[in-house]
């Protein structure tokens, strides 16, 4: 398995789009089939499954087509902080506005 922390934008990329080809398969669906469940033309999609290269709008389709929106559930999301996290946090003085020179008002 790939590691995407260690793997450049367009490797990412790369990867997702194997992915869904190997799930696509994997649901013996063909490129004809997924296309017209998601709206794209063959080649659109034939495309992302080499490139990883889509719009956002399309690439969720393509997972809903797949039933795998729930794939995305763990992306950015927010990790809670522990309380030491938040003592730490507490503990740090508040951050000071940059100092600017002040205007003088004309009369």
Do not use: W
Request: hydrophobic share 40%; net charge positive; aromatic share 2%.
């Amino acid at each position: 398995m790939v590691d995407l922390a260690l793997s450049t934008p367009d490797e990412v990329c790369a990867t997702v789009g194997e992915r869904v080809r190997s799930r696509r398969l994997q649901l013996n669906l063909s490129v004809e089939e997924l296309a017209a469940r998601v709206g794209i033309s063959t080649k659109t999609l034939s495309n992302f499954e080499r490139t990883g290269r889509c719009t956002l709008e399309t690439f969720v389709r393509i997972l809903e087509a797949l039933n795998a929106l729930a794939d995305l559930e763990n992306v950015l999301v927010t990790q809670p902080l522990s309380i030491e996290d938040m003592r730490q946090r507490a503990a740090v003085r508040t951050r000071q506005r940059a100092y600017t020179k002040s205007r003088k008002v004309a009369k």
